[in-house]
């Protein structure tokens, strides 16, 4: 009986720190399509995966500010990697690594810029904060569960 008691508790730790099915394919959705945005130089459609709150703080520091913001990447952003899964309520944080290559035919970068992954709806939709920003307070009205 003791041992069903420490597997089940065991097995509620590893749910706890992971992400179900559904969450995880809403967000490999969501990442496919900020990825795509990224790359493709799509403003409109980049700025509807970011964190409305850093929107917002960029977009109260100016137009200039605002519009460096969409500087078009010298980097393809490719192959997103799970890193760091937080979680508290509904409230679900991912640190996504993001491996950088020159062009489609060169080979990945040996080092991955961080993004994050924010969803207030338990995984139903997501949100897309960059690492200066995610680390940067003042940066954006959100909870920061990653440390």
């Given at each position: 009986m003791k041992g069903y008691f420490l597997l089940f508790v065991g097995v509620l730790f590893l749910s706890a720190c992971g992400l179900n099915a559904s969450q995880e394919?809403?967000?490999?959705?969501?990442?496919a399509k900020y990825l795509f945005?990224?790359?493709?130089d799509l403003k409109l459609s980049r700025a509807s995966?970011?964190?409305?709150?850093v929107l917002k703080y960029y977009?109260?520091?100016g137009q200039k500010e605002f519009k460096n913001l969409?500087?078009?990447?010298k980097m393809l952003w490719t192959d997103a990697v799970m890193g760091?899964?937080?979680?508290?309520g509904d409230n679900i944080q991912v640190e996504l690594k993001i491996a950088?290559?020159?062009?489609?035919?060169?080979?990945s970068e040996k080092e991955r810029i961080s993004i994050y992954a924010l969803s207030n709806d338990?995984?139903?939709?997501?949100?897309f904060v960059e690492n200066e920003d995610y680390k940067c307070e003042e940066c954006g009205n959100f909870q920061r569960l990653i440390k």
């Amino acid at each position: 009986m003791k041992g069903y008691f420490l597997l089940f508790v065991g097995v509620l730790f590893l749910s706890a720190c992971g992400l179900n099915a559904s969450q995880e394919k809403s967000l490999n959705m969501a990442v496919a399509k900020y990825l795509f945005a990224v790359n493709q130089d799509l403003k409109l459609s980049r700025a509807s995966y970011m964190h409305p709150s850093v929107l917002k703080y960029y977009k109260n520091k100016g137009q200039k500010e605002f519009k460096n913001l969409f500087v078009t990447e010298k980097m393809l952003w490719t192959d997103a990697v799970m890193g760091k899964i937080e979680t508290d309520g509904d409230n679900i944080q991912v640190e996504l690594k993001i491996a950088l290559k020159k062009d489609e035919f060169s080979t990945s970068e040996k080092e991955r810029i961080s993004i994050y992954a924010l969803s207030n709806d338990n995984g139903s939709s997501w949100f897309f904060v960059e690492n200066e920003d995610y680390k940067c307070e003042e940066c954006g009205n959100f909870q920061r569960l990653i440390k």
